[in-house]
């Protein structure tokens, strides 16, 4: 997923110059919306596009409200367009729907996915809803913004994508004590975490011995469920979407 995102502007480089001027509505789309949609609306940090089940509606009034807008509390942000240039991106985002018959389903079963999400006690670290844990994200909408493949991704490979806030912080203190968790405070002089335990620890800086960020997530990969198990996951995760308001989202509870 990664690799995919870091080659996006090559694959788009390459293509605008094989092929003829492409319609105005794919360059806006191209530019602006790939990097989380997918270069064919096929999602990835943001939801399928183009054979998703949209939780915001299907209008063009719906899609407008959303691009001008943006979702407030998740990734996507708001977007200004001149008129014609929104018409044209809404006319691109109607074709990405009507050229892909399928819709984008959940190849699992989710109640035996919330069974193995309580076995595997992801709640240690996750909250969905009022119950579990606040060191990773909340999950309560998770299946609204992500595509199938980033949520599958998600579990067996936790590393290939970081968001930047929950990136890992590894410090050892001068009496060698060491201590991993995620930064909810930084300044010159003192550094808070938050560790697994869901405590808060603040090290004073100049009792900072050495202190590093991780590459690595924090969510230990769960690469030996069944291919059975990890589908049963990850339509559990796609059947979490949350309720919206006019407002935009529901948030979950963001205690950073
Ligand atoms: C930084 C990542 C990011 C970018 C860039 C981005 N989006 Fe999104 N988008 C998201 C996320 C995440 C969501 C899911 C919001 C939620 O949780 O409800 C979303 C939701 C949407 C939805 C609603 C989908 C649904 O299921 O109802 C539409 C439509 C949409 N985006 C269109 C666009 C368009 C068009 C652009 C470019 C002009 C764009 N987005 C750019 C991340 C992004
Ligand atoms: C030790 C703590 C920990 C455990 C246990 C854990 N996770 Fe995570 N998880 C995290 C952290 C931290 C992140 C954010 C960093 C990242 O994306 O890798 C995360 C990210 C995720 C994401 C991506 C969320 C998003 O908004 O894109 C999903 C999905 C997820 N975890 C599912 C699970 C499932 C399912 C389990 C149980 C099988 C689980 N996690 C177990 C800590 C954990």
Redesign the pocket.
């Known amino acids: 997923m990664k690799l995919l995102w870091a080659l996006a502007p090559l694959l788009v480089t390459a293509q605008t110059i094989s092929k003829p001027p492409v319609a105005p509505g794919r360059s806006i789309y191209l530019s602006n919306c790939s990097l989380c949609h997918g270069a064919t609306g096929e999602g990835g940090r943001g939801p399928n596009l183009s054979s998703g089940t949209p939780v915001h509606g299907t209008t063009d009034a719906d899609l407008r409200r959303v691009i001008s807008k943006g979702v407030s509390g998740t990734p996507m942000p708001s977007f200004r367009f001149e008129g014609s240039e929104m018409a044209q991106l809404l006319g691109y985002l109607r074709s990405l729907r009507t050229t892909r018959v399928a819709v984008e389903k959940a190849p699992g079963d989710a109640a035996s996915g919330h069974v193995?999400?309580e076995k595997?006690?992801?709640n240690?670290?996750?909250r969905i809803d009022k119950s579990g844990s606040v060191?990773?994200?909340d999950?309560s909408r998770?299946g609204a913004?992500?595509s199938l493949a980033?949520?599958r991704e998600?579990?067996v490979n936790?590393?290939a994508?970081?968001?930047p806030v929950?990136r890992?912080v590894a410090v050892t203190a001068a009496d060698g004590s060491r201590v991993t968790g995620?930064r909810v405070n930084e300044d010159s002089f003192s550094l808070q975490l938050r560790n697994?335990a869901q405590q808060f620890v603040l090290f004073d800086k100049s009792e900072i011995k050495e202190m590093g960020e991780r590459k690595e997530?924090?969510?230990?990969p769960?690469s030996n469920l069944t291919p059975k198990e990890l589908d049963d996951?990850v339509s559990y995760?796609a059947s979490l979407r949350g309720a919206i308001t006019k407002q935009g989202v529901k948030k979950g509870v963001e205690v950073r």
């Open positions: 193995i999400y595997l006690r992801c240690a670290c996750h060191y990773g994200p999950l998770v913004g992500r980033y949520l998600s579990i936790p590393s994508d970081v968001p929950y890992g995620i697994i997530s924090l969510m230990p769960y996951l995760l």
